[in-house]
């Protein structure tokens, strides 16, 4: 079974600000991630997937890049509606989550 | 409008039976695997398993084969997701997904809103 590892498990991030969030896979998952967003009683919204390729719908300022085992979701200027937790999610064999970054204000 | 409608909330008692729904419409459900994920209070996502409603195959996270059985009904476009024999650890919110592209393994951009599970004597 492929483990995700995210970090950090929580991150502090001032409004207008840029976050970058990391995922590790314990073997290759090529470019087969994709990244949720979760936010309180919600369930999970997709916002990457293909490793870089955003959701529909989903504003630039969310970017991602990597591939193998190395991935970063970027968010280039913080709105107040993104703070939420996020998962990273490989679905090549056959799929598992990561544990999460919580982005909260600072 | 592409949906899927979870089943409402289920108090059991450990050792009870348990089965939860997802029913999918606004496409053709044969045509997209239909996956469960389970997220336990105020932790992380986890993948149960997936099946192909065209043909009922089941592939199982080897973290839940043998504690969980996923079915579908195709003539309802319903998912299942069903326990023999429920345990407090069971204890979570239940989601169904959808993945955006009709292959065995994509992103999923489809979710159901939860089902949550209470497991308590």
């Not at chain 2, 108090?11 to 469960?36: A, D, H, M, Q």
């Not at chain 2, 009922?56 to 326990?83: C, E, M």
Request: proline share 5%; aromatic share 12%; with cysteine.
């Amino acid at each position: 079974e492929i483990v995700m590892t995210q970090s950090p498990a929580t991150l502090s991030v001032s409004p207008g600000e840029r976050a970058t969030l990391s995922c590790r896979a314990s073997q290759s998952v090529s470019g087969n991630l994709a990244w949720y967003q979760q936010k309180p009683g919600q369930a999970p919204r997709l916002l990457i997937y293909g490793a870089s390729t955003r959701a529909t719908g989903i504003p630039a300022r969310f970017s991602g890049s990597g591939s193998g085992t190395e991935f970063t979701l970027t968010i280039s200027s913080l709105q107040s509606e993104d703070f939420a937790v996020y998962y990273c999610q490989q679905y090549n064999d056959p799929s598992s989550f990561g544990q999460g970054t919580k982005l909260e204000i600072k | 409008e592409v949906q899927l409608v979870q089943s409402g909330a289920e108090v059991k008692k450990p050792g009870e039976s348990l089965r939860i729904s997802c029913e999918g419409s606004g496409y053709r459900f044969t045509s997209y695997w239909i996956n469960w994920v389970r997220q336990v209070s105020g932790k992380g996502l986890e993948w149960i398993g997936r099946i192909d409603p065209s043909d009922s195959y089941a592939h199982y996270s080897p973290s839940f084969q043998g504690r969980v059985t996923i079915s579908t009904d195709k003539s309802s476009n319903t998912a299942y997701l069903q326990w023999n024999s429920l345990k407090a650890s069971d204890t979570a919110i239940y989601y169904c997904a959808r993945p955006r592209q009709s292959l065995p393994l994509h992103a999923f951009d489809v979710w159901g809103q939860g089902t949550v599970v209470t497991v308590s004597s």
